[in-house]
């Protein structure tokens, strides 16, 4: 039988529960910014729940494929987090959020994890961006693929190619999210089992970290990566693939928007622990 792998987000609503009942979990993953006061009364609880479970943080701000470079702020708070919690995992996406607003101006943060191209001239800045954080907190980190609702006119890597080539050049890892995998094979009108399986057979599966599964919205013309209902059936699809290509691998069930009861997410937990344990008893 595998090992506990499966993990949900700290949330608040939840904390209180969590701490009195205790679930079994191999880990809980909390959003890096909502913790980059000195102290209060989030960050005190947080380190109670440290006591108890492993610690991932996932942040959604350093922007690593901004070419206007890394928020100096932003990474000494990070930093400083990392050395407080000491986290299992610390992670943030493939995406740019900075840029000038004008050119030679005063660079601003755009709030969103905005899509950057799969070229070269990306690969090379996000591999600098990469290094530098690595170098700051003294230890790798992972990349997330996003969910993305436009492409870009030059790209001319395919995107498992361009995460391969990511962990190779600046040894970091990848946050495998199989959502977005889903989610971005609907918006582009493909079939999202094929695509999303095919996605995971052509990246390096050392290279794989951690795993994110959720749940996504439907709506009349576009498919919204919203983390807010339970894992669609897709996606269970796709993550039993991906266990049987890569094995058991940390697996988070994220749930961000209308946040249910801590039974529903820890339900959601051990359906992923399932299929983790189902592949292991067919693997012994």
Not at 106 to 119: K, S, T, W, Y
Not at 126 to 131: G, H, R, S
Request: aromatic letters at 6%; proline letters at 5%.
């Amino acid at each position: 039988m595998s090992s506990l792998c499966t993990g949900i987000g700290w949330r608040q609503p939840h904390e209180r529960e969590l701490l009195e009942r205790r679930p079994a979990l191999a880990f809980v993953e909390v959003h890096s910014e909502n913790h980059f006061a000195a102290g209060g009364a989030a960050l005190a609880v947080l380190e109670r729940g440290r006591a108890l479970y492993d610690v991932s943080l996932h942040g959604v701000g350093l922007a690593l494929g901004s070419a206007a470079g890394l928020d100096a702020w932003h990474l000494d708070r990070l930093a400083a987090l990392v050395a407080r919690i000491d986290p299992v995992r610390v992670s943030d996406h493939a995406s740019f959020a900075r840029a000038p607003r004008q050119p030679g101006g005063a660079v601003i943060h755009g709030n969103d994890l905005l899509p950057v191209a799969f070229n070269r001239s990306s690969l090379d800045i996000m591999v600098a961006n990469v290094q530098q954080v690595q170098e700051r907190l003294r230890r790798t980190i992972l990349v997330e693929n996003i969910s993305a609702y436009l492409g870009w006119a030059d790209d001319s890597l395919a995107e498992p190619q361009f995460f391969n080539e990511l962990a190779q050049r600046s040894g970091c890892g990848l946050l495998l999210d199989v959502n977005n995998l889903v989610v971005n094979a609907l918006n582009a009108g493909r079939q999202p089992v094929p695509s999303a399986t095919a996605f995971i057979d052509a990246i390096d599966a050392a290279a794989v970290g951690e795993i994110h599964l959720a749940g996504y919205a439907e709506l009349a013309d576009i498919v919204i990566d919203d983390h807010g209902s339970r894992v669609h059936a897709p996606v269970w699809q796709v993550y039993r693939h991906a266990i049987r290509r890569l094995g058991p691998r940390p697996t988070l069930i994220e749930w961000d928007t209308n946040v249910p009861a801590l039974d529903v997410l820890l339900d959601e937990a051990a359906q992923a622990q399932s299929v983790i344990d189902a592949h292991c008893k067919v693997a012994a």
